[in-house]
C-alpha cells in the first residue's frame, strides 16, 4: 500500500527547488513528493528532472503549460496522486516557508491520532508564529483568517493555511471539478467542503518563516477573491442546504 506523498506546485523556484526536496526526502519518514510545475521559465522542472536520476522511485514530475493557479496545480496533483493509490497526501510550498519537519506532525495527527484531515497551523490559541513577515502582512493574515471563521463558522483558527494533509477519503468525498477558486481562496474552499461533510480536523501548531529565496505569489487580485469569494461560497452553501 503507498503511503504519503507531499505536492509541492512551482512557478519559478528554482533556488528554492532542490534543497526543498532534499530536505523533504531525508526525513527519517519517507515520504514521496509529486513536484506540479506551471512550465517555469527558469527551468526548475529540469532541476527536478535532475534529480529523478538521484530519487528514481520517490520523487515524480507533472509539468502544465502554463501558469494557470495554485488552486489547479494542487487539483492535478491530487488527482494524480489518487489515481497512483497514495493514502496520505500532503501541500507544501516550495519556498521553505512550510518547514519539511513538520511533515511528520501532520502525518501522525491523521495516521495516529485519528483526523481525516490536519492543518499546520501558525495562530493556535493566542499565538501567531509566523517570522519574517512584516507588521501589515501579519496583521493582514491573520484577520483574515478571523474573517474567514466569521463567517464559515468553520471552529478553525488558520482558515487560510497552505499546509494540510488530507487522508485519501476526503479527497475522494470531494468533487475536485467543482472547485471554484483558483488562489488564496482555494486554501479556504477546501478547508469548508471538508468541514461541511464533517470530517475530523485537527491543527497542528507550526512556524511559519517568510521565504528568503525567490518572489511571493501573493497579490491583490488573490486577496480579493479571498475576501469576496468566501461570502458567496457561504450562501450558496445555505441555499443549498435549504433546497
Not at 494524480?80 to 493509490?85: A, N, P, V
Not at 495516521?111 to 492543518?119: E, F, R, V
Not at 497579490?219 to 461560497?233: D, H, Q, R, Y
Request: charged letters at 25%; glycine letters at 6%.
Amino acid at each position: 500500500m503507498k503511503d504519503a506523498i507531499v505536492i509541492i506546485p512551482t512557478f519559478n523556484e528554482i533556488e528554492n527547488i532542490g534543497a526543498i526536496i532534499r530536505a523533504t526526502l531525508g526525513l527519517k519518514k519517507q515520504f514521496h513528493i509529486l513536484v506540479v510545475d506551471d512550465n517555469s521559465p527558469d527551468l526548475t522542472s529540469l532541476k527536478v528532472k535532475e534529480l529523478q536520476q538521484e530519487f528514481p522511485e520517490q520523487l515524480f514530475l507533472e509539468v502544465r503549460k502554463e501558469k494557470s493557479g495554485l488552486g489547479t496545480a494542487y487539483i492535478h496533483g491530487f488527482k494524480w496522486c489518487l489515481d497512483k493509490g497514495y493514502q496520505y497526501i500532503f501541500e507544501m510550498d516550495a519556498d521553505f516557508s512550510h518547514n519539511p519537519n513538520d511533515l511528520e506532525k501532520l502525518y501522525n495527527a491523521c495516521h495516529i491520532d485519528g483526523a481525516d484531515m490536519s492543518i499546520g497551523s501558525r495562530y493556535i490559541g493566542n499565538k501567531i508564529n509566523v517570522v519574517n513577515w512584516d507588521i501589515k502582512r501579519v496583521l493582514l493574515s491573520y484577520f483574515a483568517s478571523r474573517y474567514v471563521r466569521l463567517i464559515t463558522r468553520m471552529p478553525i483558527a488558520d482558515t487560510t493555511a497552505g499546509y494540510v494533509c488530507y487522508k485519501r477519503h476526503v479527497l475522494e468525498s470531494i468533487d475536485l471539478d467543482k472547485i471554484k477558486f483558483v488562489g488564496y481562496a482555494f486554501q479556504i474552499e477546501m478547508k469548508f467542503k471538508a468541514y461541511l461533510k464533517k470530517f475530523k480536523i485537527k491543527e497542528v501548531p507550526v512556524i511559519f518563516t517568510d521565504r528568503t529565496k525567490g518572489e511571493s505569489k501573493l497579490s491583490g487580485g488573490i486577496i480579493s477573491e479571498a475576501i469576496f469569494g468566501v461570502i458567496s461560497m457561504k450562501l450558496k452553501s445555505i441555499f443549498r442546504r435549504r433546497s
